[in-house]
């Protein structure tokens, strides 16, 4: 379902006065109004093609009817939170939950919503229908060869798709690993993984990018081939230039200091993305900023200053994306809402006073430090994002007009309430 034009008018035209009073009073406050919001407008996040639908846990699923069945009515979805808030105009796609049977039509159907491709996702941590050779111990760490072959041919694939659409990265996820002691020689596992990533990396384009994710356990429960950033770091340093490492929020043990670990990668020019998720426990799928707005703060504290170092483009120079699963909201509203929750702490981490910082350590004024991130985290820029949105031909409160609209009733009467989204 797609809004008219006429509906996001009247719904900004509505809120458009008290809109106004709060910009203009934040807006008197800060030092770089306009170049905050030209960097909010041009700052893109992925949406995954499984975000669309319920997810579950292994103890059961709950449809919230209206979901997407097929390829084409996940774009759709996607267009609609794109025209929603200006921000989500980019999709990440899973093989084979998601192939795209007429590349040529899904490329115009991108077009048509104002969408591109982001990173590929390949999927060896489960059997596929009339698939050969079973992952369930292991896919490029397997101990046998043949197994490893068909897990390095599966996304070879997946990069052919990706190059008919137009992306440039892959992302490589492995659940391997071992749930016992003794069941895996860890030294072979990470030699037979390695050797399989490069076989991988040998026939990726000139201009593509491969980042290796992580993640500290689950499905195995005892070791993870690819368990942690400093694995990851390893792989992709033995493979070359165009590899690189990709944190998920949601996949390192608890308390992990994460945003030491992203301004290490940035360091190393080994940072190449981002899956944003939040989580309380050991899950990687709860809305991005719903547990821990602060961490997601400093992280993207760290990610400004790092790539400021650098020079990088913030909008471009890494794959932002999402990866959550929603098990009891309705998944676009999580989407807006975790969105939302990105650029609200990106804005703030540009709101950092980076000099004051900067001579505060110098100084080891621990307490101004302090005050100074402080200041930036508890700064309401809400209105700030709003105002990026209605310049870009958005909603001022997308969560609102997307309630407002029936957006979810009207999915359920052309879709059906049992639908179920590929994948899930
Ligand atoms: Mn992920």
Redesign the pocket.
């Known amino acids: 379902m797609i809004l008219n034009k006429s509906q996001i008018d009247a719904h900004n035209d509505k809120g458009l006065a008290r809109h106004k009073k709060s910009f203009d009073y934040i807006a008197g406050e800060l030092v770089d109004t306009e170049g905050v919001i030209k960097k909010l407008v041009d700052f893109q996040v992925a949406i995954p093609s499984w975000a669309l639908g319920n997810g579950g846990t292994r103890f059961g699923r709950f449809s919230g009817g209206g979901e997407p069945a097929t390829l084409e009515e996940k774009m759709e979805d996607i267009g609609l939170l794109h025209q929603l808030n200006r921000s989500s105009g980019a999709v990440s796609l899973h093989i084979p939950w998601d192939i795209p049977e007429d590349a040529k039509a899904i490329k115009s159907l991108a077009a048509d919503f104002d969408l591109k491709f982001d990173a590929m996702n390949s999927n060896t941590f489960q059997d596929q229908k009339d698939q050969a050779l079973s992952y369930k111990f292991g896919s490029m760490q397997h101990v046998d060869k043949a197994v490893r072959q068909q897990a390095i041919d599966h996304n070879i694939e997946v990069i052919k798709y990706g190059q008919e659409l137009g992306s440039a990265s892959l992302t490589v ?1 492995l659940a391997d690993g071992s749930c016992f002691p003794g069941q895996l020689n860890f030294r072979n596992a990470f030699n037979n993984t390695l050797e399989s990533l490069q076989a991988v990396y040998a026939a990726l384009p000139e201009d593509w990018k491969i980042f290796v ?1 992580y993640k500290a356990f689950e499905p195995n429960f005892y070791s993870t081939t690819v368990g942690d950033w400093g694995q990851s770091l390893l792989y992709t340093s033995k493979l070359g230039d165009k590899a690189y490492t990709l944190v ?1 929020l949601g ?1 390192h043990l608890p308390n992990a200091n994460i945003e030491q670990i992203v301004a290490l990668l940035l360091n190393e020019k080994k940072l190449g993305g981002f ?1 944003f998720n939040d989580s309380k426990y050991g899950d990687d799928d709860l809305t991005v900023g719903s547990i821990k707005p602060y961490q997601l703060f400093l992280i993207f504290r760290e990610l400004v200053d790092g790539m400021d170092a650098r020079g990088m483009n913030h909008a471009t120079d890494l794959g932002w994306m999402i ?1 959550a699963s929603h098990n009891v909201k309705d998944p676009l509203e999580d989407l807006l809402q975790s969105v939302e929750a990105i650029l609200l702490a990106y804005a703030q981490a540009l709101l950092v006073d980076a000099k004051a910082l900067s001579e505060a350590q110098q100084n080891n004024d621990v307490a101004l430090a302090q005050e100074i991130l402080q200041t930036a985290f508890r700064t309401d820029l809400r209105p700030l994002l709003a105002e990026a949105r209605l310049r870009a031909g958005g909603a001022l409160q997308p969560l609102q007009l997307y309630r407002d609209a029936n957006v979810r009733k009207e999915l359920i009467n052309k879709r059906g309430a049992v639908t179920v989204a590929t994948g899930l």
């Open positions: 996820w994710e998920d996949h899956h990866d």
